[in-house]
């Protein structure tokens, strides 16, 4: 239902962008997030953006990446620009109801960046 792709192995100062299809069901009026899990570390958050566009961002990527949202095509995207070794890790795509909390999760996509 959360279908993440885009992932890769870029050098540092590259770019990709990852992309999360969801299905109408898990994507309308959610916030939709990306997450990280780097090796040996806990799942952090990356950015998220509700139903009507305002987005958050983890300290660690703002100015660098940017998380969008197509709601015709109900997919998010996160624009990865300017990376880093240090943003080396899964990424994963997730839907939240506001309302209830529940939450959806895809499987991940992996980013390695080289240095």
């Known amino acids: 239902q959360l279908q993440a792709s885009g992932g890769g192995l870029v050098q540092a100062g590259g770019s990709l962008r990852l992309s999360c299809a969801a299905s109408?069901?898990?994507?309308?009026?959610?916030?939709m997030g990306w997450y990280r899990q780097a090796a040996g570390k806990q799942r952090e958050l990356v950015a998220t953006?509700?139903?009507?566009?305002?987005?958050n961002y983890a300290d660690s990527v703002k100015g660098r990446f940017t998380i969008s949202r197509d709601n015709a095509k109900t997919t998010v995207y996160l624009q990865m620009n300017s990376l880093k070794p240090e943003d080396t890790a899964v990424y994963y795509c997730?839907?939240?109801?506001?309302?209830?909390?529940?939450?959806?999760w895809g499987k991940g996509t992996q980013v390695t960046v080289s240095s």
């Open positions: 997730n839907a939240q109801r506001v309302t209830t909390g529940f939450t959806w």
């Open positions: 953006i509700t139903s009507r566009g305002s987005t």
């Open positions: 109408g069901s898990i994507f309308s009026d959610n916030t």
